[in-house]
């Protein structure tokens, strides 16, 4: 665990390679915390003329609100590359913590912790899907449990990115009474009041449909040579043979499985991925979540020890270095430490 928190910390401290989307959200948060929420519905450029060089920057706020909570608190507490990731990374620790929690065991937590895909994407490109998470995992945690909890916190998980309603189908198996049922839907409603204020500060829904990429090396049909540009050939195999190969142990074993309802998170989010025309490498740092939806502890173990396989290409960077799509010299003048509220 120690060896594994140091990798990531040198990783905070280093700039990224192969995305620019951490910028992007720093720059966001500095932009609604000076300018208000009505500016989400300008480009950033318009917004901030000095930021016309970031990646994006000709379309208003994409994101789910509560992203963009998260980019104006981390940009009013130190607006820095590397106190984003940081702050994503110790999100994976508690992500950690609470996979072991749940579960009683400790494999399972390191596996999350010391996974190469939640490694180089959160704590070095800074990556923004442990934020999902971390609240779809204790939502998960408290379903049994603290049902008004965990109805808000999936609400506010959904805010954050969109994939974390694959997760209602558990929470409707769960046998519970009315007043049960109340109680989590009520906290499903109060979570939701984030989208309710959004929704009278700029156009928060319809933002959401501005994807300016069609790119996607899971993508089910191969002869959409558009979609997996950027990817190389044995890249794009290795990516479908193990999302096929997950898709297909889980389908086989929730149809022999009467808590079938366990798997639909998990079988759902891969059969989305296949079929989305925008999905990136990243988004594996999501599966592990879904899997612990599982009941049957042993497919659940080995689907958390064979999730590095869905991204190769992020373990072998750390092994290697940085290769295919890279940013080249997106981030010079730039400093992982420095204030990109003055630096834009």
């Known amino acids: 665990m120690a060896a594994v928190a140091c990798l990531r910390l040198y990783y905070c401290a280093c700039l990224p390679v192969n995305t620019g989307d951490v910028l992007r959200h720093l720059a966001w948060g500095c932009v609604v915390n000076e300018s208000g929420y009505a500016a989400a519905d300008r480009s950033l450029a318009d917004n901030r003329p000095a930021a016309a060089w970031v990646a994006w920057s000709d379309l208003p706020f994409n994101y789910p609100i509560g992203l963009l909570f998260f980019d104006q608190l981390i940009a009013r507490a130190w607006g820095s590359i590397f106190?984003?990731?940081?702050?994503?990374?110790?999100?994976?620790?508690?992500?950690?913590?609470?996979?072991?929690?749940?579960?009683?065991?400790?494999?399972?937590?390191?596996?999350?912790?010391?996974?190469?895909?939640?490694?180089?994407?959160?704590?070095?490109?800074?990556?923004?899907?442990?934020?999902?998470?971390?609240l779809a995992i204790a939502a998960?945690?408290?379903?049994?449990?603290?049902l008004f909890w965990a109805g808000l916190l999936l609400a506010l998980a959904v805010q954050i990115k969109l994939t974390?309603?694959?997760?209602?189908?558990?929470?409707?198996?769960?046998?519970?009474?009315?007043?049960?049922?109340?109680?989590?839907?009520?906290?499903?409603?109060?979570?939701?009041l984030p989208t309710v204020f959004a929704c009278m500060s700029y156009s928060a829904l319809t933002n959401l449909s501005n994807l300016p990429l069609r790119l996607?090396?899971?993508?089910?049909?191969?002869?959409?040579?558009?979609?997996?540009?950027?990817?190389?050939?044995?890249?794009?195999l290795v990516d479908q043979l193990a999302t096929y190969g997950a898709l297909?142990?889980?389908?086989?074993?929730?149809?022999?499985?009467?808590?079938?309802?366990?798997?639909?998170?998990?079988v759902s989010f891969f059969v989305a991925l296949k079929f989305a025309h925008h999905a990136q490498p990243w988004y594996?740092?999501?599966?592990?979540?879904?899997?612990?939806?599982?009941?049957?502890?042993?497919?659940?173990?080995?689907?958390?020890?064979?999730?590095?396989?869905?991204?190769v290409w992020s373990l072998l960077q750390m092994i290697v270095g940085p290769f295919g799509y890279t940013i080249g010299g997106y981030y010079d003048g730039l400093t992982v430490g420095g204030?990109?509220?003055?630096?834009?």
């Open 83 to 134: 106190f984003m990731k940081l702050v994503l990374t110790l999100l994976e620790g508690l992500s950690a913590l609470l996979v072991y929690r749940h579960t009683r065991e400790k494999w399972l937590a390191f596996m999350y912790w010391a996974s190469p895909i939640s490694i180089w994407w959160c704590s070095h490109e800074g990556q923004i899907e442990p934020l999902q998470n971390v």
């Open 140 to 146: 998960v945690s408290m379903l049994e449990r603290r």
């Open 164 to 192: 974390a309603v694959f997760f209602l189908p558990l929470f409707l198996r769960v046998r519970m009474g009315r007043t049960k049922f109340i109680e989590c839907a009520a906290g499903g409603l109060v979570g939701t």
């Open 216 to 236: 996607n090396p899971y993508y089910f049909n191969p002869f959409e040579h558009s979609l997996f540009l950027g990817s190389s050939v044995w890249l794009t």
């Open 248 to 266: 297909i142990a889980l389908s086989a074993r929730m149809i022999h499985d009467k808590n079938l309802m366990r798997y639909v998170p998990a």
């Open 284 to 311: 594996m740092l999501l599966a592990t979540s879904f899997f612990l939806a599982l009941d049957d502890r042993r497919l659940r173990f080995w689907l958390f020890l064979l999730a590095p396989l869905l991204d």
């Open 339 to 344: 204030d990109m509220c003055k630096a834009l």
